[in-house]
C-alpha cells in the first residue's frame, strides 16, 4: 500500500490523547489507552469515519484502523505456543511446482507450527483438512494460500519475520476495505478496537488511522478565534 503524507507528524496528532478508566467486575480499573473515546457521526465516501469527543474531531481511515487492530491481534495468536484448530468443511487440496514442492516439505513444521497441518496428496500436491479457529470465516482458504507464498519467498528463514509478515498479510486482506459499507454502529467497535492498540496511529504499513483537529484548531480554521 502506498504511504500518505500529512501535514503533521503521527506524534502532533496524539494533543490530549490520556488515560481513561473502565470498570472491571464492579470495581475501579484503570486501562491505558492513547486515544480518548471517540464517537462516530458520520462516514465519508464509505471510507474515512468522522468521530468526535470533548477534545475535539477526528477522521478515520476504516480499513487502516481495522487493520491495524488485525494486525496486533493475530500477531499474537500467532506468537501462541499451541493453536486451536477448526475442520474445514471441504478438504483444500494445492498444487505446486517440484521446487516450491519440495520447499514446503522442508518448512511444513513452521506452518504446523502455526496451526497449519498439510499432508502430500499425490504428486506435487498437499492437502489441507484443517486451520486455526481464528481464520476469518470464507477466507480461510486465501489465508492459507497467503501463509504458504510467505513460507515460499527467498532469503533466509527468520520466525519473528515470517510471523509479522504472516500477520500484516492477514490483516490486509481480512480487514474492512475501503468503499466497504459499515453501519455506525461498526465504525464505533472499530474506534472502540482502535484505542486497545498498542500503536493505534499507524496501520502495519506506515499509513496513519487518524487525523484529529482540536477544538481549538477548528475554530481557527473558520476564524472563530485569532493568534
Known sequence: EDVITTTESITEIQFNFEET????IGEEKEEETRIKEMFPIGIVHKTYII????????LIDQHAAAERY???KWLEKLREDHHEQTDLLVPLRLEYPKDDYIKILERKDILKDIGIDIEEFGEHSFIVRSHP???KEGYEKDAIQKIIEIVLEKGEFQKEKFLDRTAATLACRM???ANDYISLEEAKKVLDDLRTCENPFTCPHGRPTIIAYSNYELEK???????
Open 21 to 24: 478508566t473502565q470498570n472491571d
Open 133 to 135: 479457529t481464528w481464520f
Open 51 to 58: 468521530a468526535e469527543n470533548d477534545d475535539g474531531m477526528y
Open 221 to 227: 480554521m473558520f476564524k472563530r478565534v485569532m493568534d
Open 175 to 177: 480487514s474492512i476495505k
Open 70 to 72: 488485525n494486525y496486533e
